[in-house]
């Protein structure tokens, strides 16, 4: 039993307010009461609030979120709905503060069994800076990009949780200039600063989800970072793009952010020029004010601010199901690197290095090019929340480890 | 109950002799007995093995074979031992033969639950035909082409059984000459002849699977049709390769057939020159002498050898792990297109008819550059038996279906 000395249960100040709840698994380390027993907990304040003893309904009590994100938009927004009353009917504090557990004593565990994983490439400033970085003498943009939502399947299997170590990914690489690939510990690790979205609601072979349909699809976000091995990405990625540049690990935040909780974040869109075709043109505002927030060993490295992307997440599911392909509960796709104009808000680091030429300096001196093993990277991100305070998606951080001896 | 007049229940001739054995998952249709309930079968002869009553154990009582693939090479083997005991010792043809189900009364269904899903480009000749066609001026195979086996990954949600139809996808492509894009039906429907591989035993985050332990993960394999909007593609790839031009439909074979039903089909493998790294040296000989067909409405277009791959399954699944990244049970990875160097064996209308240049004509006299509607695609396979005889990977086929009309 955790005492509780305000109702709600929430610090002044805490980005983990009654307007955000987030969800999420967690369980009890051993050897406490019921530990190791993974369960479906909303964050508030500095506490996860058991959803279980609380709810008749055995679909709190399962390992991942999956059983309630197949359940749907009604069962979400009930649920929001009454953990809201819970948490702020001063009637329900006795009857409910025994289930808040401070969150400092829980394990998070990956939130969702991962379906499908489709990476997209939607910020406007970050394709320019890869395209001028790549061929500084042509167009930046290729001249699909201002059409449709380029994008591609990354690993589902290797989508882990925030907090899981890193270790450097051995491959093939062509140094500049050889003729001939080596073998060995990447030597270009990166970043991706990025925005996940999670689908709850599947959708059948055949049936494109309409632009209109996002929110009845879609329960919420997360923050990403999809771990870029660049010169293994380099050597490998003609003609059918990335594969163990990207397939070694993808990290996502513990806590998934219903779309409910961002009410007060949707924004119109950046503008788009030429107008999308019919299938992609926006029918509700679904940009999202996101400010990002990157730090490399505690210094804060980028900015990335959300709202200037190109192409928003009504148009991405509406674009990935355009073709007819189905979707399943747990399926997760992420916005690509978020990038915003100025160089401070770059979201990778061979944008903030201009491909490794002008070093970063963290707060220790020291500088980067790319990631050093030891070195932990961590993503956090805040959003103006529907009671005028600032809610908070939670982190997502990791940690370089050496990579294992070449075979 | 079903009248089995010989021992083993195998008609002279029948592909699907006890050397073969391969292993899905069936039910039987409404009204009959246990009508719906899926659970694994075993095909010889003209029948189904029902597994389930015969073995006293709940994993083949399974609406998928993931449990039994989980479990190993030592459960796998030992099963198929079994078997092949329970079909030809005479001793047991009474207490068998109740179990036997012609194959024509059941219905076949997806055998696994598709993980992960990969999608290589083994083919030589494949790689430097689809070279020709789109780079006629220069060097048809990539710098990279013989240091790696090129993949990328699929969308694992969108995998189905052989028999379901394919609906025609939408999506944009650019007409050629045009400034913009267009929205509908592609145009340029293709297939591509694979041969796919089932994992069976995973492998942890971090760890490598050193090539000589491919038979200690994979179980078997599939053939694959890997269904492909040219078009599409053409547009939405660059630069981060096929997407919503392949994401609609990859059909696979309701058999998984053992590897170890293919010892006698195992060959050395096309030389390789430069010689590989050392992680992708070849500790044995996994390539594989399957006899591929690819029939088009009843007219056989193709017959490509499955021999003459230049990188091999062992290769592949070495490779898709060396970065580190974890594999599952059930997941699927596919060769690329099969193609040999004939002309007559090339595994895809993009090569049949040379980018439609040379279309081809059907047994009723009508042409065909790309897929029409109504068109149905046969692929089967079959390789030497232990036996002497030849056995069957069994069959995958598809009927296009017109595109939905546009939103």
């Given at each position: 039993?955790?005492?509780?000395?305000?109702?709600?249960?929430?610090?002044?100040?805490?980005?983990?307010?009654?307007?955000?709840?987030?969800?999420?698994?967690?369980?009890?380390?051993?050897?406490?009461?019921?530990?190791?027993?993974?369960?479906?907990?909303?964050?508030?304040?500095?506490?996860?609030?058991?959803?279980?003893?609380?709810?008749?309904?055995?679909?709190?009590?399962?390992?991942?979120?999956?059983?309630?994100?197949?359940?749907?938009?009604?069962?979400?927004?009930?649920?929001?709905?009454?953990?809201?009353?819970?948490?702020?009917?001063?009637?329900?504090?006795?009857?409910?503060?025994?289930?808040?557990?401070?969150?400092?004593?829980?394990?998070?565990?990956?939130?969702?069994?991962?379906?499908?994983?489709?990476?997209?490439?939607?910020?406007?400033?970050?394709?320019?800076?890869?395209?001028?970085?790549?061929?500084?003498?042509?167009?930046?943009?290729?001249?699909?990009?201002?059409?449709?939502?380029?994008g591609y399947h990354g690993r589902a299997g290797t989508v882990v949780v925030s907090g899981t170590p890193v270790v450097?990914?051995?491959?093939?690489?062509?140094?500049?200039?050889?003729?001939?690939?080596?073998?060995?510990?990447?030597?270009?690790?990166?970043?991706?600063?990025?925005?996940?979205?999670?689908?709850?609601?599947?959708?059948?072979?055949?049936?494109?989800?309409?632009?209109?349909?996002?929110?009845?699809?879609?329960?919420?976000?997360?923050?990403?970072?999809?771990?870029?091995?660049?010169?293994?990405?380099?050597?490998?990625?003609?003609?059918?793009?990335?594969?163990?540049?990207?397939?070694?690990?993808?990290?996502?935040?513990?806590?998934?952010?219903?779309?409910?909780?961002?009410?007060?974040?949707?924004?119109?869109?950046?503008?788009?020029?030429?107008?999308?075709?019919?299938?992609?043109?926006?029918?509700?505002?679904?940009?999202?004010?996101?400010?990002?927030?990157?730090?490399?060993?505690?210094?804060?490295?980028?900015?990335?601010?959300?709202?200037?992307?190109?192409?928003?997440?009504?148009?991405?599911?509406?674009?990935?199901?355009?073709?007819?392909?189905?979707?399943?509960?747990?399926?997760?796709?992420?916005?690509?690197?978020?990038?915003?104009?100025?160089?401070?808000?770059?979201?990778?680091?061979?944008?903030?290095?201009?491909?490794?030429?002008?070093?970063?300096?963290?707060?220790?001196?020291?500088?980067?090019?790319?990631?050093?093993?030891?070195?932990?990277?961590?993503?956090?991100?805040?959003?103006?929340?529907?009671?005028?305070?600032?809610?908070?998606?939670?982190?997502?951080?990791?940690?370089?480890?050496?990579?294992?001896?070449?075979?």
């Open positions: 039993m955790n005492a509780v000395d305000r109702w709600p249960p929430v610090p002044d100040g805490s980005p983990f307010g009654v307007a955000n709840l987030p969800f999420g698994i967690f369980s009890q380390p051993e050897p406490a009461a019921r530990g190791g027993f993974r369960r479906i907990g909303v964050a508030v304040g500095d506490n996860v609030l058991d959803l279980s003893p609380l709810f008749g309904d055995d679909c709190f009590a399962a390992p991942t979120l999956d059983g309630f994100l197949a359940r749907g938009r009604r069962m979400w927004s009930g649920t929001r709905a009454r953990i809201t009353e819970l948490l702020t009917d001063p009637h329900y504090q006795g009857a409910v503060s025994p289930h808040l557990l401070p969150r400092s004593e829980v394990v998070l565990h990956l939130p969702f069994t991962v379906a499908d994983y489709v990476d997209f490439y939607c910020s406007l400033d970050h394709a320019s800076n890869v395209g001028r970085i790549f061929r500084p003498d042509a167009e930046p943009l290729l001249p699909n990009w201002r059409h449709l939502p380029v450097r990914p051995s491959g093939q690489r062509r140094p500049p200039g050889a003729e001939t690939p080596m073998f060995g510990p990447s030597v270009r690790l990166d970043i991706e600063a990025e925005v996940g979205f999670v689908v709850g609601v599947g959708s059948p072979l055949g049936e494109p989800v309409p632009i209109e349909a996002f929110a009845d699809h879609v329960f919420g976000v997360v923050l990403l970072n999809d771990w870029s091995a660049r010169d293994i990405q380099a050597w490998e990625s003609q003609p059918l793009g990335p594969f163990l540049g990207k397939s070694f690990a993808t990290s996502i935040s513990p806590w998934v952010v219903p779309l409910e909780a961002l009410a007060a974040a949707r924004v119109k869109g950046r503008a788009q020029d030429p107008a999308p075709l019919p299938y992609l043109r926006r029918t509700e505002p679904w940009a999202l004010d996101l400010s990002i927030e990157v730090a490399l060993n505690g210094t804060v490295v980028s900015r990335p601010p959300f709202a200037t992307m190109y192409w928003t997440p009504d148009q991405m599911l509406a674009h990935l199901t355009v073709n007819g392909a189905s979707t399943r509960t747990g399926d997760l796709y992420g916005s690509g690197t978020v990038s915003g104009p100025d160089p401070s808000q770059r979201g990778s680091l061979i944008e903030l290095t201009w491909n490794g030429t002008e070093p970063l300096v963290l707060a220790d001196g020291s500088t980067r090019s790319f990631l050093e093993d030891g070195d932990t990277v961590t993503m956090s991100a805040t959003a103006p929340a529907a009671d005028g305070t600032r809610l908070t998606l939670g982190e997502v951080t990791g940690t370089i480890h050496p990579a294992r001896p070449t075979p």
